[in-house]
Each structure stands twice: as structure tokens, then as C-alpha cells.
């Protein structure tokens, strides 16, 4: 370094510095900057300033200041020049400090980017690869498991239709005593076990009886003959067996007559609207509690008013439906609404209970139960008395089977014979309710 510059030559080393490094920001600066020693010129700028301006308030001369400056600048440089080379380029010096950290900041964020997004670039061998490492149920016991529930399922449909028929089947026979203890006895003898026989003494307490549904038909005895009472109303297959009995006693000699005390619909004479409530009934429980679950998250005190006004209103549009617009169903109006209703309102609050209380899996568990517990053996279509033994009374203590008597009672038997569903529709509905406020308490205890 120079100490001897003379005041004279200041100005122009001034001009020399601010050429090199580029800086036009200074008017007085014209002049090309003299060569380092290895020959390359410098490129820093610095302001010329009049000599006046950069002389030194503390008496240190300005060249050694502004030598010392140039010094800390070419460290600077060489420290930039390090760090670019360690992320695979070289930055050039004439480059400010701040553009250099920010774009190296920039290609970290970019780098980083790229590995976080290379996991979308993998193949679909990899993705095999990833889900063969997953843990799952194995393959053998996945077929199984699907074949043994398609069994259960074939087993639940095909059995009650294969093996239901007349057994323990209840009927009335009434008349003199001697003539019915003759016709009871011949039942007995050609068709053991198929009629649960009631006597009355009149052919009018039989026929009574059959329309508050505590027998599904009758034979009357008197003196003209017998008279076949049959209740197509409460399932065909029962006329049909009475149509037999009356066939065997017309081939004995006996004038035989028949009467249908309580009569299908003229516009349902084979009760089919009756069958194909059954799956609307199940539909309708299920949706329900579905939709309640998952819109109305953590307020029960909601779902439980959302299923009581989506049971009162479906029961009554059904009610309209099959009462008013297709005159499939006689009964009472409401007596129709209720028992719809009830049926939805039991089988969501179980199924939705259910599911307050296992999660998920709840609906799994309350869908089988309903489809394909309770539905094949619920007797809506022929009655629970045509269900094998002890499957027919099974199915009138679970929801499906009590819904349907209770629609079948209010269609056509004015309400007669209900009570029991009634009570196990409420017995159902009470404890789903139940099962979604112990869930609820399970929640506020955690």
C-alpha cells in the first residue's frame, strides 16, 4: 500500500476506483481504473466524492480507507464465490450480495420442491411396489370372507322360502261338539302338525275371531255342511290350505261352501303392495339414520327430532300413497302413517345407535341386521305363521317383522291383532335412542 499519495493525486484516484466498479451513479468519475497487479482490472464502484470529501475526519489518510474497504470487498467476493460452488455454479462478482442469497434461497426452495414433488412421478410398477408392502387381509382369506358372506346371504333368503309352509298353523272350527271333534281328529290324522285348531260354537265367533287376526281362517260345521272361512287378507297361502281341507271334506260327500271374510283390495287382490313395502320400509330406517349421522355431526339432541319428523312425514306420504292415489290399502289413514312410521323410526334410531357406538362398522352391523337378519324371515309377504318353526316368531321380535304386522293390521284388520308389534317397534326405537345417548356420554367422558 501507498502512505505517500499526495493530496493532488487523491481526486483522481477517486475517478480511477469509481470507473472500475461500474457505478454512473457519480458525474465526476470518466476516467479507466488502473490494472491489479496479476492485470484484471477491479469492478467494485465506489462514489468519487472531491477531495475534500473524502479526506479523513480523524486524520487517517483516504487512501489507506479506501484500500481497506477494497480489501473487505474482495473477501466478500471470494466468500460468494465459495457458496456458489458448493450448489454446482459460479456467480459473478459484479453481482450485489442480496441478489446472490436470494436466488440461492430461490434454487434451495426449488430443490427442496422437486424432492417433495418426485414422490408424483412414480410409476405404476413402484405403486405396486407400495401396496404389496401395505399391510392387508391376505388375498385367500379375502375370497373366503366374500364367499362365505354371499353363502350366509343365499341361506338367509333361499331357506325361508324353501322350507316355510303350513305348520302349527292356527284355525277355527266351530259347531255342534260331536261334528267338530270329528273334523279335528281328521285333521289331525292326515295332516299332523299343520293346524293349531281353536273351537268356538258358532260360525260367527270363528269368523270374529279371524278379523281381530287370533286365527288366519276356519271351517264351520252345521247342519247344511261345512263352510271354508278364509281371510285372503292375511296371506294367500293360508286360503289356499283351507281351499284343500275344503276339497278333501267335498270328496267325503259333504256340500262344502267358502267365504272370504276379510277380502283383498279389488284394486290388490293378490296383496302385492304388501310385499313390496318391505324393502321401501328398510330403505327408509337406513337412509334415515345414514343422513342424520352424517350432516348433524355431534348434536344428538338434533338427530334425534330429525328422525322423529322424517318417520312422522314419510309415514304419512305413504300413508297418501297407498291409501288415497294407488286404493291399495282400505284401513285407517293414520292407523297407515303410524305404522310406517314407527317402522322407519325403529329401525333408525337402532341402526344410528349403532353406528354412535362403533363408528362406522355401526352401519354394517345394523344393515345386516335389517336386510338380512330381520327381512327374509319378517313374514310380510305370507305371514309369520307360514315361516318355518322357530324362525316366524323370531322374525316378529325384530323391527322389519313387527313393521309389517303392524301394516298388514292397520291395512285391512282395522288395527286388530297389532299390540305386540306395537310394543316391539317402541321397544326397538327406545333403545336405539338409548344407544345414541350412551354414545354421546362415551364421547363427553373421553
Not at 91 to 104: I, M, N
Not at 141 to 153: D, F, H, K, Q, R
Not at 188 to 199: I, L, N, Q, Y
Not at 366 to 381: K, Q, V, Y
Request: charged fraction near 20%.
Amino acid at each position: 500500500m501507498r502512505d505517500d499519495i499526495t493530496p493532488d493525486e487523491t481526486p483522481r484516484r477517486g475517478k480511477h476506483l469509481a470507473s472500475n466498479r461500474g457505478d454512473h451513479a457519480s458525474t465526476n468519475a470518466t476516467d479507466t481504473a488502473p490494472t491489479s497487479a496479476g492485470g484484471a482490472p477491479r469492478h467494485m464502484a465506489v462514489n468519487a466524492t472531491p477531495a475534500a470529501n473524502v479526506a479523513s475526519t480523524d486524520g487517517e489518510p483516504t487512501d489507506a480507507r479506501v484500500d481497506t474497504r477494497e480489501r473487505g470487498v474482495d473477501q466478500d467476493r471470494t466468500a460468494v464465490t465459495d457458496r456458489d460452488e458448493t450448489v454446482g455454479r459460479t456467480t459473478t462478482h459484479d453481482e450485489p450480495l442480496s441478489r446472490t442469497a436470494a436466488r440461492e434461497e430461490r434454487d434451495g426452495h426449488s430443490t427442496r420442491t422437486s424432492e417433495r414433488d418426485g414422490d408424483d412421478h412414480i410409476t405404476d410398477d413402484e405403486t405396486d411396489d407400495k401396496a404389496t408392502k401395505r399391510k392387508g387381509p391376505p388375498l385367500l382369506a379375502l375370497i373366503l370372507g366374500l364367499s362365505v358372506v354371499v353363502s350366509l346371504m343365499l341361506l338367509a333368503f333361499a331357506t325361508p322360502a324353501v322350507k316355510s309352509g303350513a305348520k302349527d298353523m292356527p284355525i277355527a272350527v266351530s259347531g255342534p261338539q260331536q261334528a267338530v271333534s270329528t273334523v279335528q281328529a281328521q285333521l289331525e290324522k292326515r295332516s299332523p302338525g299343520t293346524f293349531d285348531v281353536t273351537t268356538f260354537s258358532s260360525a260367527d265367533e270363528a269368523a270374529d275371531a279371524i278379523k281381530e287376526r287370533d286365527v288366519v281362517g276356519g271351517i264351520a260345521l252345521g247342519k247344511d255342511g261345512a263352510t271354508i272361512q278364509t281371510a285372503s287378507a292375511a296371506g294367500a297361502p293360508y286360503s289356499n290350505v283351507l281351499k284343500g281341507v275344503g276339497a278333501g271334506l267335498e270328496k267325503q260327500g259333504q256340500k262344502v261352501t267358502y267365504t272370504d271374510v276379510v277380502p283383498l283390495p279389488k284394486h290388490d287382490p293378490t296383496g302385492a303392495a304388501m310385499t313390496a313395502a318391505a324393502l321401501p320400509l328398510i330403505f327408509g330406517g337406513m337412509a334415515t339414520s345414514a343422513a342424520m349421522f352424517f350432516t348433524l355431526r355431534g348434536s344428538t339432541g338434533r338427530r334425534f327430532i330429525g328422525i322423529i319428523g322424517v318417520a312422522a312425514v314419510a309415514g304419512l306420504a305413504a300413508s297418501a300413497i297407498l291409501h288415497f292415489w294407488l286404493d291399495v290399502m282400505e284401513g285407517s289413514f293414520w292407523l297407515l302413517a303410524a305404522s310406517v312410521g314407527m317402522g322407519i323410526a325403529a329401525i333408525a334410531f337402532t341402526v344410528i345407535g349403532l353406528a354412535k357406538n362403533l363408528g362406522q362398522a355401526g352401519f354394517g352391523l345394523g344393515a345386516l341386521i335389517m336386510f338380512f337378519l330381520s327381512n327374509p324371515i319378517s313374514g310380510i309377504a305370507t305371514g309369520p305363521s307360514w315361516l318355518p318353526s322357530p324362525w316366524g316368531a323370531i322374525g316378529q321380535l325384530m323391527p322389519v317383522g313387527a313393521a309389517g304386522t303392524a301394516l298388514r293390521s292397520s291395512a285391512y284388520f282395522d288395527g286388530h291383532g297389532a299390540k305386540h308389534a306395537w310394543i316391539v317397534l317402541a321397544c326397538w326405537a327406545l333403545g336405539g335412542a338409548l344407544l345414541m345417548a350412551l354414545g354421546k356420554a362415551r364421547k363427553t367422558t373421553h
